[in-house]
């Protein structure tokens, strides 16, 4: 009867539908396969839910959650079922539950350039990143996960970014930060990302944290396109006055036999930008728009993911996200050196018992 019944569970396998198939990015577990952990971790400027994909694919909990758009709240709340807190900068110490990690895709912005005798938190006060690092001295969270575009690291002449590291040594953390592909880690698109994780050196003596190692196979946009899609178009008079006004290789124009990463998938897209735009060969047109669930495979989401949303801000909140499977691969080493270190617990296996 088992045989039979694995029999039957592979067959309605292979009788989901290719299009199912086809835009669920493998979200599969990291080099490590010990058991999954658990963990608690608050949700800070977070989106649509990237980071808790991420996070609870690898044993997280999630405790508390911060976005102040309402918009993405809406999508959060049709995934997750919980709706996000608003404005950070108002959140109380005391809303706050207790929990092991803090995640954070917060914005990039400059500090001010008070000298550093008075110590990098100081520069940090007036900007979001200060209500990141008040939660952090507060309530010394044994990881911090943030994420950022690339350009923080040269932002300001590199000041931003060593203000960052600064503040988070100062308040006593160890901290490792490393740019990221998404392409290198199953994502069929170039979205190169600053990822920042730190460890309470009052917890940890000497974490054992490595980061995930990039995949040398990259995945090819084509296999995640549709066909005959109708709905999303560009006419024929913007393909001609705008969209191939010159001969300068933009803008990246995909089908189904493109055999590579796309660019980056920006939070403007809808704008329909030659310069920083992807467009797929297909349609009654001939060119077309992305579809949700082409976006939803770029940035690795599930297929099944919901975006209850007009299409600009389907297209706004894909383009502000996490590509989940970098934050599920990093977040998934976080996991496993709190584990080495014996501030999360992994949960016992239960023994089966004899039957009659």
Not at 44 to 73: H, I, K, T, Y
Not at 76 to 98: C, M, W
Not at 298 to 320: A, C, L
Request: hydrophobic fraction near 35%; proline fraction near 5%; charged fraction near 25%.
């Amino acid at each position: 009867m088992l045989a039979r019944a694995s029999e039957t569970s592979l067959v309605n396998k292979r009788n989901t539908s290719s299009q199912e198939r086809l835009f669920d990015v493998d979200l599969a577990p990291s080099r490590r396969r010990s058991p999954k952990p658990h963990f608690r971790f608050i949700d800070l400027f977070a989106g649509v839910g990237g980071f808790r994909l991420a996070m609870e694919a690898n044993g997280g909990e999630c405790v508390f959650s911060s976005e102040w758009d309402p918009f993405a709240q809406k999508t959060y709340q049709a995934n997750f079922g919980d709706v996000p807190h608003g404005d950070i900068t108002k959140v109380e110490l005391s809303q706050i539950p207790r929990f092991d990690v803090l995640t954070a895709g917060f914005p990039c912005q400059p500090f001010s350039m008070i000298g550093k005798r008075e110590g990098f938190a100081h520069k940090t006060q007036g900007t979001l990143f200060w209500d990141v690092l008040r939660i952090v001295r507060a309530r010394r969270p044994a990881a911090v996960f943030l994420e950022n575009v690339k350009g923080l690291v040269s932002h300001n002449g590199g000041d931003t970014m060593d203000t960052i590291i600064g503040a988070l040594q100062e308040a006593d953390y160890w901290t490792f930060w490393r740019v990221l592909d998404a392409a290198e880690f199953g994502v069929p698109q170039h979205r190169e990302r600053v990822y920042i994780v730190a460890f309470d050196k009052r917890r940890i003596r000497r974490p054992k944290f490595g980061w995930p190692q990039p995949s040398r196979k990259q995945r090819a946009i084509g296999r995640y396109i549709e066909k005959d899609v109708d709905g999303y178009s560009i006419s024929k008079h913007l393909q001609r006055v705008y969209i191939y006004k010159a001969d300068d290789g933009h803008p990246e124009i995909i089908d189904r036999k493109s055999n590579f990463a796309v660019k980056t998938l920006v939070a403007s897209y809808h704008k329909i930008q030659r310069i920083t735009g992807t467009f797929v060969k297909d349609g009654p047109t001939g060119l077309r728009l992305l579809t949700e669930k082409e976006c939803k495979a770029i940035m690795g989401f599930p297929s099944n993911f919901k975006i209850p949303v007009s299409r600009t801000q389907m297209y706004r909140q894909m383009g502000n996200s996490v590509a989940v499977p970098v934050v599920k691969k990093v977040s998934r080493e976080i996991a496993m050196t709190l584990l080495d270190a014996g501030i999360i617990r992994a949960p016992r296996t239960r023994r089966r018992g004899k039957t009659d």
